[in-house]
């Protein structure tokens, strides 16, 4: 009587490099989450409770304190974009928790995304009333660069590393070649 698992078990003699013969298990071993992984999911899910909170602020806002007029395109963003953005990030969230190739793929165009949005906030700096922050001296300067500089590294190499690694590209092809 033959089982229905997908388990591969092989128990034959095996010789050993010392000359003594053992029996080896083959057994499905799963790789282990790549740090880079682990980070990518730990973004994603902060990034999601941000909106999420923004998203919720925004209704509470509208529910306590109606406006008269009704603007069509900060409700369009607040009210629509917010949720959806929460969505993706959590489908891609999930997708790396259950080793989805889709979940990879999700999750690297929301950080070249996300990235996009922050290099085009730095370049298109708001003029007038909403002007950016002023430094009172040198050491906020060069914190501020200090800081722009390790989030882009952050953002460059999380992505690079998503998408060309060794470990990750195993980490998502072993649960394929599994089936």
Known sequence: ????????????????PGGFAHRKLYMNT??????TVWLTQ??????????????LNSLLGLL???PERFYMVPSVIDYLITPGTVLLLL????????RKVYGKRLSLLLLLLIWSVVILIDLLRPIGQNKSY????????????????????????II???????KVSEFFRKETELR
């Open 134 to 157: 002023e430094h009172k001296d040198s050491v906020q300067l060069g914190a501020e660069v200090l800081f722009h500089v390790l989030m882009h590294v952050f953002f460059l190499t």
């Open 160 to 166: 690079l590393r998503l998408s060309f690694a060794k």
């Open 91 to 98: 489908i891609s969230f999930y997708g790396l928790v259950k």
């Open 64 to 66: 306590i304190n109606p």
């Open 42 to 55: 730990i973004f994603l899910i902060l990034l999601a409770l941000i909106f999420l909170l923004k998203f």
């Open 30 to 35: 799963r790789i282990k989450r790549p740090p």
């Open 1 to 16: 009587m033959r089982l229905p698992l997908k388990l591969h078990v092989d128990c034959s003699p095996v010789r050993a």
